[in-house]
């Protein structure tokens, strides 16, 4: 499965990375409606924080976001989808029990890995940022002034050098 097309799938919904019912059931080549049975008869297996349930603002406000709002009969679900987080989805798969589940898992948990590899190394290099920030801060503004004032003085040398004498001048022949 590749990494990218999974990564498209992942949402941020309540502050986590979850993927939705409706991309996971397309994932697992199962009907969404039979994924959500086999969720329903295992639920004391999902606590909320693996999966839950969208809100229909929620929904609605995905739905525009990802560009899928289509309005007229049949064209959505009438059931707000299931939201699983990485734990969530991975419970998932062991309740689904195929080897397409086992293999989509692998490659899910693969792109929820990178997605926190790569947010946790942004924001190390967002914190150092500002660590150096705090820390320089009072020499890059003094560095900056002295600049500023080279600026200003070659500015004003030029302006002097470029300016016409003013007065009488005498030309010898």
Known sequence: MNLESINQKIYEIRY???MLDYDLSELYEVETKRLKEAVRRNLIRFP???????????????RTQIATLEV??????KFNPFAFTEHGVTMLSSILNSDKAIE???SVVRAFVYIRQY?????DLSSKLKLLE?????QFDDVFEAINYLLKKD??????KNRHNIGYKQYFN
Not at 48 to 62: I, K, P, V
Not at 134 to 138: E, L, M, Q, R, W
Not at 155 to 160: C, G, H, L, N, P
């Open 16 to 18: 986590m990375k979850v």
């Open 104 to 106: 989509i898992n692998i």
């Open 134 to 138: 705090t820390k320089y801060d009072k």
């Open 48 to 62: 909320s924080d693996f999966m839950f349930e969208l809100t229909r603002e929620e929904y609605n406000s995905l």
């Open 119 to 123: 947010a946790l190394t942004h924001a």
């Open 72 to 77: 007229g009969k049949g064209k959505y679900s």
């Open 155 to 160: 500015t004003q040398e030029k302006q002097v």
